[in-house]
């Protein structure tokens, strides 16, 4: 009876030194597990479950923690990309998210069957367990106070998770009570405080991940028929057909669009339609590996980078959507999507209009690439075939490096200056709170040397030739001009800020000496089977007999449909090829280049300059994240990944992918209104979970 005594003294004293909440956000204390004498060597072990907050399922999440391990994200990228047999692991959790078809944020989510507001949970769920108990079959009595209201208390076998749901903004007094089976009676006591990180991503198409679609187009082995601006016969060709498309493949009555719908609805699948953002973004890779690696924080991501981004168009004003939400369907397909800076200001107004304190932790950003027009010197180099040539000169997606180098030095400045000034209210007016992540170069062989040209991954389309000498030219400007001029803005270098301690900011590109072994020419005999045996270094990839090509489009000993775009392989930047057997991207909006029907060639040339060609695969935007990881740690002022627990499960025991669920409803619920109170700063990670037998079936709830 003494010592049980003696116990609840030492608590009445533990809550007359209990910190205040909004104390602890300052002070940041360290994490702490008490133990009540007679001494055992038993921790309590906590952590946040289902942390990434876009994922609805916590069986997506742990997926992820399954796969990663302490070698990095772009390890794990390709532990999972083998796991999924190159098809890609996000082709079915797309369907389990916190957004709508278009890529908009829910205003309440259903996550693991709970209502959550997305921006300003109420609560977050937590498992707890026993980690070094003494004995086996042994019953604990678990008390958890957080000051709200009377303490919850549970009874259950010691070696069970426990499972409960802790306060938004507040410290959970935790204790449990183990009697062991010759009578001693211990306590451990410990405080769980969850830190709820709220972050953005901003930018163009590299922040949104083009070119690798969470669910790739489904290839047909049947041929499709494409006209081009020519006379002759010779101006058919056949590539792959979209699998599931049952109109008209050849080139009779090709003006003739009555299945376009039809064609439409077998488009790849992405994040968001309008803005071609992919969950295989760098940026959701750092964010969800800072999930990961952080067993004691909540990430809350705002994804808002689109495809065709600029400064101008796309951050600070509205841009033209790349394609309609739900393609082929009668659901509203706006033209425009909303500039990125208003968007995340009405997006942080109504998170403060739940939580009043909730504010932005970090915002992260890669812009300018639209800026000089890089994908019309993409256009410059591959576009070779006179017509087509003319076209898209007359339409804006052939740009020359004078014009470029015109734009770089002159309203590239100003318009940075522009985008400063609007970021800075939205992170407290430190705009090191912005990580801005430079871009990898697309076109190097190695160091300091460009890809040599030519046909190899480009013979998608007939007038597609990679013209060496501007290559050379186009490489050298982007090392020597632009990428220099991007790291000197981003860090206000010289004259370009006003204020450098208060404009500066948090500048990535460790990443770029990596990129250099890895361009769009980049082989290997590691590469997957098709790359090696259908994409002809030659140029030579399709059957050119139009008879032949109807039925079987490639002239290798494989089909189509045995292409794989998440398969690793040597490059790490898609080529025309990629980006058509990937993504297969139907134009939206109006130009001189837009097609008059799904048979004409035109859009193969705005597919792939706009579609994804010379943009990262998914594991090049791994690299990325591996990159921007290490500054988002710094900033947030999270341990190293040294310091972390290794993942419960080794690769081979990867989780086997869900199918498809029901996709999230477009119309957004009202949400719950949280408490105001601020959230205290999270601890360091403690150790790795044990294996546990199921949760009981009596969860604690708040």
């Known amino acids: ?126 498992g707890l367990v026993l980690q070094g108990l003494p004995e086996p079959d042994l019953t604990c009595v678990w008390t958890f106070e957080d000051g709200a209201g009377e303490a919850r208390q549970l009874t259950q076998a010691c070696d069970e998770e426990v499972i409960i749901r802790v306060a938004y903004g507040k410290q959970t007094l935790t204790s449990v009570d183990i009697v062991l089976a010759d009578g001693t009676a211990h306590r451990l006591v410990t405080e769980i405080a969850v830190r709820d990180v709220l972050i953005a991503g901003l930018g163009d198409s590299i922040a949104a991940g083009e070119g690798n679609p969470d669910r790739a187009v489904r290839l047909s082995d049947i041929g499709f028929c494409f006209r081009r601006f020519l006379g002759s016969n010779s101006s058919e060709y056949y590539r792959p057909s979209r699998e599931g498309y049952t109109g008209n493949r050849s080139c009779n009555d090709a003006g003739e669009d ?8 077998q488009s790849a699948r992405w994040e968001s339609g309008p803005c071609h953002r992919s969950l295989y973004s760098y940026q959701l890779r750092t964010t969800l ?83 000089i027009n890089f994908s019309g010197l993409v256009g410059d180099i591959i576009i ?18 004078p014009e470029s180098q015109h734009i770089l030095d002159g309203t590239l400045s100003a318009d940075f200056a522009k985008l400063r000034s609007a ?18 170069h ?57 204020d450098p301690a208060a404009e500066r900011m948090t500048f990535v590109d460790a990443h770029q000496a990596a990129f250099a072994q890895h361009g769009f020419c980049a082989r290997s005999n590691d590469d997957p089977a098709f790359d090696r045996e259908c994409f002809s270094p030659q140029g030579k990839s399709f059957e050119s007999d139009l008879a032949t090509a109807s039925q079987d489009p490639m002239a290798c000993n494989m089909t189509a ?15 025309a090829n990629d980006s058509y057997f990937t993504a297969m991207s139907y134009p939206q909006g109006t130009s001189v280049m837009a097609p008059a029907s799904i048979h004409d060639a035109s859009w193969g040339i705005v597919s792939a300059v706009h579609g994804g060609a010379i943009h990262p695969t998914a594991e090049g935007h791994a690299a990325m994240a591996d990159a921007a990881l290490l500054a988002v740690r710094e900033k947030l002022g999270l341990p190293a990944a040294a310091q972390l627990p290794a993942p419960q499960l080794p690769a081979a025991e990867l989780p086997e ?32 979970l044990p294996t546990l037998r199921p949760p009981a079936d009596l969860t604690p709830e708040p």
């Open 384 to 401: 070779e075939g006179t017509v087509e040539r003319g076209l898209a000169r007359r339409g804006g997606f052939v740009t020359f490096v």
């Open 442 to 498: 697309p076109a190097l062989a190695g160091a300091d040397t460009p890809c040599p040209g030519g046909r190899d991954g480009f013979d998608v389309h007939p007038a597609f030739n990679a013209n060496g000498s501007k290559l050379h030219q186009v490489a050298n400007f982007v090392s020597q001009q632009f990428l220099p001029k991007l790291k000197a803005l981003a860090l206000c270098d010289g004259k370009a800020c006003r």
């Open 657 to 688: 992918a869900q199918p498809p669920a029901a996709e999230p409803p477009v119309a957004e619920l009202p949400a719950p209104q949280p408490p105001a109170a601020e959230l205290p700063e999270a601890r360091p990670p403690a150790a790795e």
């Open 1 to 126: 009876m003494r010592s049980y005594c003696i116990f609840g003294l030492i608590a009445c004293l533990l809550r007359a030194w209990w910190p205040d909440p909004a104390a602890a956000q300052d002070t940041d204390p360290a994490p702490v597990t008490t133990e009540i004498t007679p001494p055992i060597s038993t921790q309590i072990i906590w952590e946040v479950k289902s942390r990434f907050r876009l994922f609805r399922s916590e069986a997506d999440f742990q997926r992820h923690v399954a796969a990663h391990f302490d070698d990095g994200i772009l390890a794990a990228e390709q532990r999972l990309a083998l796991q999924s047999d190159g098809r890609g692991w996000a082709r079915d959790i797309v369907e389990r998210l916190c957004v709508d078809r278009a890529g908009r944020l829910l205003g309440t989510c259903d996550r693991d069957g709970v209502r959550e507001s997305y921006l300003a949970p109420r609560d977050h769920r937590v």
């Open 289 to 371: 590996a800072l999930a990961i690696e952080n067993t004691h924080l909540a990430v809350t991501f705002i994804p808002l980078a689109c495809s065709g981004a600029t400064i101008n168009a796309g951050l600070l004003g509205n841009q033209s959507v790349r394609e309609c939400a739900i393609p082929g369907t009668t659901t509203s397909c706006p033209p425009l999507t909303r500039g990125q800076i208003a968007e995340l200001t009405d997006t942080l107004a109504d998170a403060r209009r739940q939580q009043p304190k909730r504010s932005l932790d970090l915002v992260l950003l890669t812009i300018g690439a639209n800026d």
């Open 561 to 575: 449909s045995d292409y794989r775009p998440y398969l690793p392989r040597k490059r790490w930047i898609r080529t």
């Open 423 to 440: 970021l800075k209210p939205l992170v407290g007016g430190n705009l090191a709170q912005v990580v801005y992540t430079s871009y990898g």
């Open 258 to 265: 009555s299945r376009a719908a039809d064609w439409a609805r």
